[in-house]
């Protein structure tokens, strides 16, 4: 069985591996480590993982999220979290892990998790997509042909929606998301701001408001190569959030 | 029994004598408070009697704290009676003596005595009491908020405890010395956290503490966990509460460098400004954009704090929180307290 070890610390991890060695039956291959959620999702993608040893308290993205989104792809692996403390039990239940282990983690209970995935198949182990109740994402991902990309959330500059997709424009360019804005206004409400029917822009990086030939006004965003059109809905909102910048 | 060498008790000994005096010489006649001569005599001798009285229960004090409830009460009764016996035959001699007329020629010295010593034996009981009755008021107050001092300083994160022994756990086999380390650095803490030092302790024994958790900490970040140091060497023997910076540099490592794929380096200063130590940790904040904390530890643990110093130093120590849009400090400022 293909496994992957995900911690963000190193001793952690080097422990998962000299327990797994220990283990018998299943047999297993380390085929790689990761140190937090987003690289733990890549590497998934790009190795055919079939277990993820999944911590949840990491940096850039946290376990409970990256069970999230890997639950969404087409052949997601079976995910064992391992965690230092047991108050997100409930989470990672609804995030469909097969089991939850607690640090430091017994040889027995880790054989007794490993063998249960053994047993799985491809539908036990997708997770339905409303898994993680309302705590919002770190990170929106965007699966095209099959092919996975994870935009984090603060190098958003703004979100534009066209026909059903919503168009992410980040600083690592653009991309299609098959979410509403409606959703995502909701899911952020600190971190994006709504400017007209078809945009969000992020708060921080509303830079000011100018006015264009015929007197509308229109936000400067950083980020976004030309100005976006406030809607006269939402400009009483946008000047209020201005005042208060 | 209340500690009758306090200067606080003494004036509320010698308010209540005071208040005797004229209740025993207005009684009889209430004219009796503008003759200014039998109001001075009266006052003089209680005041003779229920001082000495206090300054023999503050020599015999020791004794009678050893004894039982009751033994010790009637030993503190019997103090002022005799007291009161031996000063108002004195009294009576004396008056004799000089001819000064404060006690009525027509009472003899016996009935005086007598009449003193009963009149001081229902003041003294009624005085005891109230005395007793406040210092059982006063130690409950203070069991109470010892009490709470137990309660607020026995908490180290449960995750910062099965962290450690995961780390431990995974070092047995590649570095047992370091292994070995890592269990003296948690005992030392936990020792510390369970501790009977309910008092305050020298900056130097809390910074140590705050090694040992650091030394545990860098095990498990590495190098995602930079410490930089700026320390008054004037403030080393400052009195603090024992544990009152460590649990500000967790929050700053489970809410600043452990939210960070590179980490970042945490600041501890300490400066001795006038009459106040300022002691203040800084960190960097997680990037923008990441998923809110998963634990909500972080204002426990600063309440907790403030419940700690609030308990310790009144309202004269404050612990403040600041926060810029890359940064988040934490700053305590404690007043110079001795250690008691």
């Known amino acids: 069985m293909r496994v992957l070890i995900v911690d963000d610390e190193a001793l952690a991890r080097s422990r998962m591996r000299a327990l797994l060695a220990d283990i018998g039956d299943p047999v297993t291959e380390v085929v790689g480590e990761a140190a937090d959620g987003r690289a733990a999702i890549e590497q998934c993608e790009a190795l055919q993982v079939q277990v993820v040893l999944l911590d949840i308290s990491m940096p850039v993205m946290d376990g409970l999220e990256a069970a999230r989104h890997l639950a969404g792809g087409e052949h997601p692996p079976a995910i064992i979290f391992c965690t230092a403390y047991d108050e997100h039990a409930l989470a990672a239940f609804e995030a469909r892990a097969i089991d939850y282990l607690v640090k430091p983690v017994r040889a027995e209970r880790l054989q007794a998790a490993l063998l249960r995935a053994v047993k799985l198949s491809d539908a036990d182990r997708r997770a339905p997509a409303s898994g993680l109740g309302t705590r919002s994402r770190s990170h929106l991902c965007a699966r095209i042909r099959g092919n996975l990309r994870l935009v984090a959330v603060g190098e958003i500059s703004y979100l534009l929606a066209e026909d059903k997709y919503v168009v992410v424009h980040s600083d690592q360019g653009e991309v299609l998301i098959e979410e509403s804005l409606k959703t995502l206004e909701q899911e952020f409400p600190d971190r994006f701001v709504r400017i007209h029917r078809n945009c969000l822009i992020a708060i921080d990086r509303l830079q000011g408001l100018d006015r264009d030939a015929e007197g509308n006004l229109q936000a400067r965003v950083l980020g976004a190569a030309q100005p976006l059109e406030i809607s006269r809905r939402c400009l009483p909102a946008i000047r209020a959030l201005v005042k208060h910048l | ?340």
Request: proline content about 6%; some cysteine.
């Open chain 2, 1 to 340: 029994m209340p500690d009758f060498c306090s200067l606080g008790v003494l004036g509320a000994v010698a308010l209540v004598a005071q208040l005797v005096a004229l209740v025993i010489i207005m009684v009889p006649d209430p004219a009796a408070i503008m003759n200014l001569q039998r109001v001075v005599a009266a006052s003089f001798l209680v005041q003779w009697i229920a001082l000495s009285s206090a300054a023999l229960l503050c020599k015999l004090g020791p004794r009678i704290v050893g004894m039982s409830t009751s033994a010790g009460m009637a030993w503190a009764w019997s103090v002022p009676l005799v007291v009161t016996a031996v000063i108002s035959a004195m009294m009576r001699l004396v008056d004799d003596a000089f001819r000064f007329g404060v006690i009525p020629e027509d009472t003899t010295t016996q009935p005086f005595v007598i009449s003193a010593v009963v009149l001081s034996a229902l003041f003294a009981a009624a005085a005891l009491r109230y005395f007793y009755v406040q210092e059982q008021l006063r130690l409950n107050v203070e069991r109470e908020s010892e009490a709470r001092i137990d309660a607020l300083q026995a908490r180290i994160r449960p995750h910062f405890l099965f962290n450690t022994l995961n780390t431990v756990a995974s070092l047995i086999r590649i570095d047992p010395a370091a292994a070995e380390r890592a269990v003296e650095d948690l005992a030392e803490l936990f020792r510390a956290s369970l501790n009977q030092e309910k008092n305050l302790c020298p900056l130097a024994r809390e910074l140590e503490l705050v090694d040992r958790y650091l030394d545990i900490e860098s095990l498990r970040l590495r190098e995602r966990l930079q410490v930089q140091r700026l320390l008054d060497p004037d403030a080393m023997d400052w009195p603090v509460p024992l544990l009152s910076l460590q649990p500000l540099v967790e929050n700053a490592i489970y809410h600043g460098i452990q939210t960070r794929a590179d980490g970042g380096a945490l600041r501890i200063e300490t400066r001795v400004e006038g009459n106040t130590l300022r002691i203040s940790v800084h960190n960097p904040k997680p990037p923008a954009g990441t998923a809110p904390a998963l634990s909500r530890g972080n204002h426990i643990a600063l309440d907790n704090i403030r419940q700690r110093l609030a308990l310790h130093y009144g309202h004269r120590a404050r612990l403040e929180v600041d926060s810029g849009p890359d940064y988040h400090a934490a700053t305590l400022f404690l007043p110079r307290m001795t250690r008691s």
